[in-house]
């Protein structure tokens, strides 16, 4: 009810201006319980295990677009995983718990203009003076970015091997020395915020830091963990939301007298996505399965991604074609979700699953308990 009654009848409206009113619907999803369903009870979570934001997920993704549940996804799974279990209890009450609550906008800082999925060769640096660090750099693609309170800030406090010279910080979006360059204008995810962001001598305490200094690139590993298997569940309705429709559509539609569906090559086309949909499927749920058991699912979750964005660009691009000039228009949800979906496919990937073989050969990730 909260999706069909918040947030379904202003998509439309928040796709054309390019923006949504984070703040309030992240205080209604956050009253729901919706923003740390595995989180920590003592900090406003639900203490569920992982396999039920997967279900949340899932359900965000009826959505007739891309760029909200994404947003949602970077302020319950993306932005605090390594917050909520490496934290201080000081940290964690004021940054996580109002982020559960919906009363703060989280965004996550790691891609940078030179370093994408690269996540070893980020520039932005956090130099100790004292009891703070002093920040210089910038960060690209921030999910968020223009209305985020505080940003999960990846950042260089040393000189040393990769594994070691990164650290996690909570960073405050208000501080003197940081400027939003500019809200990023996309070809999809259009009401979903992205920016460009700054940061000139930016002073932050050296308690924002989250765990341990230098453990930052661990800590991001594990937390990618949680946003791959949330970004692949928040595919699965689309893609049958899209197949869904151009059946309908293709039942009236008529070429040479009789119904597109009626042919057999749509038929098979169809039924061989609905397949590989359910593969997906089946490979989320076995990687959520082993990660809720406390194992390293970081393999299994980076070829869920992979496939997953793929397979969003196949059915997107499959459907669009059954659907003939009406695809080319923006009056129809495949034409939308078309430009939308294809983000994963974008970056990441191939190179994800490669990186996660290393850092496992490479003893960077610990266990997940």
């Known amino acids: 009810m909260i999706i069909e009654k918040n947030i379904i009848p202003f998509v439309d409206k928040w796709e054309e201006a ?57 302020q319950s799974d993306m932005a605090t995983p390594a917050l909520a279990r490496f934290g201080s209890d000081e940290l964690r009450r004021q940054f996580l718990v109002p982020t559960i609550a919906g009363d703060m906008v989280a965004c996550l800082g790691i891609s940078e203009i030179g370093a994408g999925s690269d996540v070893a060769n980020i520039e932005t640096k956090a130099v100790k003076n004292g009891d ?62 992205t920016a460009q962001i700054f940061f000139e001598d930016v002073r932050v305490p050296r308690k924002y830091l989250i765990g341990e200094e230098g453990m930052g690139f661990t800590y991001q590993m594990l937390q990618f963990q949680e946003e791959r298997l949330w970004s692949v569940a928040a595919t699965l309705a689309p893609m049958q939301n899209i197949i869904q429709e151009t059946i309908e559509y293709a039942r009236q539609r008529k070429i040479f007298g009789q119904s597109v569906l009626r042919n057999q090559t749509v038929h098979f086309r169809l039924a061989e996505l609905e397949t590989e949909i359910e593969l997906v499927r089946s490979l989320l749920y076995r990687c959520v399965a082993q990660y809720i058991q406390g194992n390293d699912a970081t393999k299994l979750a980076s070829m869920a991604k992979l496939k997953a964005g793929r397979l969003v660009r196949d059915v997107a691009d499959s459907c669009l074609q059954f659907w003939g000039g009406m695809g080319f228009t923006n009056e129809v949800l495949v034409s939308r979700l078309y430009r939308d979906m294809r983000l994963m496919s974008i970056g990441g990937g191939a190179d994800e699953v490669m990186l996660s073989i290393i850092c496992k050969y490479m003893g960077t990730l610990p266990g997940n308990k």
């Open 18 to 74: 390019g923006t949504f009113p984070a703040h309030r619907i992240f205080k209604i999803l956050g009253q729901a319980g919706f923003l740390g369903i595995n989180k920590p009870i003592e900090y406003g979570g639900l203490g569920l295990d992982f396999s039920y934001n997967i279900a949340v997920a899932e359900e965000l993704g009826n959505i007739p677009c891309g760029g909200i549940p994404m947003a949602i996804g970077v």
């Open 132 to 193: 703070d660090y002093i920040i210089n750099g910038g960060k690209m693609w921030i999910t968020n970015g223009c209305q985020a309170d505080w940003m999960c800030l990846l950042a260089n406090t040393g000189d040393g091997p990769v594994k070691k010279s990164k650290s996690l910080i909570c960073l405050p979006m208000k501080l003197p020395g940081i400027h939003i360059a500019k809200k990023i204008d996309k070809l999809g995810m259009r009401s979903s915020d």
